[in-house]
């Protein structure tokens, strides 16, 4: 008896260690432990053994049915796992095929630069203008101390909607100063991007429409140094901490003390380069103490209140952030171009 | 304005500082320095030689074999092809590795078997032309005949090209720094270096010119002063080297002593000149008054030019012998056998000139300054200056008297000193003595708190235009960089701002590429989208003066805008483009000026395009604006689009705008063999639309229980309408209503249509029963029945 179990043992164990998979593991676990299976066959026979025989052989027979459920177990888990793999393998995808992509929309590039300085401003407690684009002389010109005479007024270089010359595209975004001061309560701070329209032809920098932002601050004390400052906090933002910015003195009819300011040329660090033309730094905007004339001529007492105003080309900026060879790729609208950005 | 550094240095010796340091601290002071150039480095390794013997080149017919004496131990040989040279000559040599103008590199080198150890240049070869060297000749060499030159001398300096030249772009305030005089100001202060000015000295003759001419302003308003000397003798000749170096180095072309006189005065005063043949100013007097109808002037230029009455002449006693500061007349031109000379030295109302010299289509030296408005107090200078030129020049007699007609005195400008209120604008702490060195090193007086303004400085006349001087000295960038202080601002977007740039980002989520148009278009374009004849919309804003009929109407529809990208796209053969743009139209007002809404506009084409893939991005659109209950109503009557597939957008009963297919003649117009899809949203109604913030409903606790219904109608019945009235026989408890399938064809009856909708029904106390669902499924279909005689397939 003991033998048979001791056979048995080894011959079912072996068989479920080889069972090929999961099916003919399970007809082995019949085979050997179901109702009529070999062992319990084997084990209805302990009746004919002697009695003192029976404790051995009925421990013996527990033992072989638990190496035999364990054997059974151990191999189940083994075929599953083997499974698995196989499908895993199966499922296995060529990670380096594309992706299925939903088309996405891209922003204009003059935009994206733009939408930049607004953010810039709105974080120093700026306000965002809109403004009408067909304006008055008086706004576009009178009111900024451009006077009857100047040549920026003449028919050759602006857009007259009217034969008295009272009406016109605005030629620049300043005409939004006036309006700000006209209908803001003090203090201002506020920014105003838009179309500006001037009688150039077109060619790789010039268009008869182009984009500008106009800045303005009006408050009590507001001085040159909080220009300076301010315009270079903008340009280390735009442009990363590391941007150096310099001012010199120009001339606007609107302001005073008038200035230009310039970034130092990324490329050369100063040195001079093809891509600052030798001199080193880039002219980047226009601004000045906004002029008393202009402040007096809008009812602001210049005893009291003082600003400063600045007006920045936006299609330059972009040509420069994005190496944009020609202005007229900025409003041809090929798509090739479009999704580059 | 181009500056000769020899010429500067005449009058602040400033020769040490290099030109990159001149450059950036002129620029840095306010005159901004475009370019720079040193001219010697043009002409390098070129010296001049005599040439001590010639002969014949044995191997050529015409070659001559020169040896010349450049200074060096034993003469150099050099074969030239020129005939105009003797032995004994001196004349320019280019070594070998000589550097010539426009960038030619001499090398020594073999000529038919003889050896030639560089080149003698010609005047051409030089960069140079008879104007410079008036003795010279343009074919052959350049004999020079230039006074203590000697071999081996550098060519370059000899022929005055050890110069640097600078070149400005001066603001139009400052005309005064149109000048060698201005721009030496302006450095003296810079620089801190003395600047030196000397008075012309002028001896004169026994005559005066009272006794030949007299002078009359008849418009005192354009011509505010006319100043005036004569000169008796002269003889025409071209003006000593120097000075037509300077001219040259100045951007002039020399022409002869007298012409270059008058050129070199307006270069170094800023005050422009003329000089009259007297002999031919009629009746001895010049009268300054504007042309009458009908007369005409031949300019130095050769053309002829008719006058109004709104350009001011310079007349004799019948005719005009010039344009008021803008050119001569070529009836009183200085000549060969010019004798007497009368110089003109005038101030002329700076528009004035501006608007004779645009309408004559001629910008000159003389109109280009005296537009920008001149100083009225150097015009005697100037004229001194030129006299003294003449007698340094030995060309001709100075008569005594200078005729000065100022018919109104001029006012002198004064400006209080405030130091405090400068700081104040300027954000810092300058002392009143360093305010007081910097305006004097500019040339203001300065009587106790009084600024008396130079006449020169017209641009000056306000406190803030002298913090600006102060400023410009001191340094801007040693003014500090502070922020902002004072009372906080709100700032931030606005709610419709915002709204703005959340519609952009939908639109590119959806992929639309966003576009910027021209606001302007041409009128031919509302006949390209088939715009009625009568159509308000044709009623444009017109630019009176545009660039062309492309740019001349302000738009007021988008619509052709975006037909004109598409286009552009599709002939570029990019395949499948979407594109959107947020832009303005314009609308005519009353008061002159418009009305400039924004739209939003979609547009695109493409294998992946079609009306309900357009509609859809509008849904999308308005879904994301939370804009509730959309109605899309078929509009057959929008001429620009396709009649069967278009259909307007409305929301709360108000019109958002249009979607749709192009009409395939507008896409016809355009030349586009594609179907076009555009949508048209006005900002304004999109964002009035918007709904409220959303409120939390509570998620379903039961079970919905679904239901697939197909009926058959009328064809022409929209989809809308059944899902209306399925929606309102449904009640609180159909929660979706969607359309899965619409079909047409065997079996259904022709002019009929089949629909199929899956519908979804659930209540918010209990688990709903089939019985229920059912009950309203009937009621559903009777509703249907009644309505639309729509049957259950």
Known sequence: MKQMLQELREVSVSAILNAPDSDALEALRIQYLGKKGELTKLLKQMGRLAEEERPAVGQLANQVRAEVEDAIAS????????MLQARLAAETVDVTMPGTRAAIGHEHPMYVVLDEIKDIFIGMGFEILDGPEVEQSDYNFTKLNTDEGHPAREWSDTFYLTEDSSILLRTQTSPMQVRAMESKPLPIRMVAPGRVYRKDEVDATHSPMFHQIEGMVIDKGVTMADLKGTLDAVMKKLYGEDTVTRFRPHHFPFTEPSCEMDVQCHKCGGRGCPTCKGEGWIEILGAGMVHPKVLEGCGIDTEVYSGWAFGMGLERLAMRRFRISDLRLIFENDVRFLEQF | MILSRKWLNTFVDCAAVGDREFAEAMTL?????????????????????RIVKMTRHQNSDHMWVCQVDVGGDAPIQIVTGAQNQ??????????????????????????????SDGMICSLKELGLTTHDYPYAIEEGLFILQEPDVRPGDDMAVV???????????????????????????????????????????????????HNHVAICIDEPELCPRYTARMVRNVKIEPSPAWMRERLRNSGVRPINNIVDITNYVMLEYGQPMHAFDFSCIGGKQIVVRRARAGESVQTLDGNERALTPNMLCICDGEKPVAVAGVMGGANSEIVGDTAMVVFESANFNGPSVRRTATALGMRTEASGRFEKGLDPQATVAAVNRACELVELLGCGEVMQGVIDVVPNPFPQTTVRLEPQKINALLGTDVSEDEMRRILLSLGFGLEGSTIRVPSWRGDVEHYSDIAEEVARFYGYNSIPNTLMRGETTAGGYTDRQKAERRIGALARTLGYNEIITYSFISPAYYDKIRLPEDSPLRDSLKILNPLGEDTSIMRTTVLPSMLEILTRNFNYRNKSVKLYELGKVYFKRLDGMADEPKVLCLGAYGEDMDFFRIKGAVENLLQGLRIEDPAFEADASNPSYHPGRCAKVLAGGRELGVVGQLHPLVAENYGVDAELYTAELWLDALLDARGGTPVYEPLPRFPAVTRDIAVTCDAAIPVAKLQDCIRRAGGETLRQCEL??????APIPPGMKSAAF???????????TDEHADEIVRAILDALRDTFNATMR
């Open chain 2, 29 to 49: 002071s306010g005159s901004k320095v475009e370019t720079y150039e040193d001219l010697h480095d043009a002409i390098q390794n070129v010296v001049a030689g």
């Open chain 1, 75 to 82: 191999r189940r888990a083994a075929l599953s796992e083997r």
């Open chain 2, 159 to 209: 022929i005055g090209r050890d110069d640097h030249v600078v070149e400005f772009e001066i603001t139009p305030n400052r005309p005064d720094c149109l000048s060698v005089i201005g721009l030496a100001r302006e450095a003296s202060a810079t620089l801190g270096l003395p600047l030196t000015l000397a008075q012309p000295v002028v001896k004169g003759c026994d005559d005066d010119i």
């Open chain 2, 740 to 745: 899965f399938d619409v079909y047409t064809g």
């Open chain 2, 86 to 115: 003797r032995e004994g000559d001196m004349v320019p040599v280019a070594l070998d590795g000589a550097l010539l103008p426009g960038g030619v590199e001499i090398h020594a080198s073999e000529l038919r078997g003889e050896r």
């Open chain 2, 758 to 768: 899956s519908l979804a029904m659930r209540a918010d106390d209990q688990t709903l």
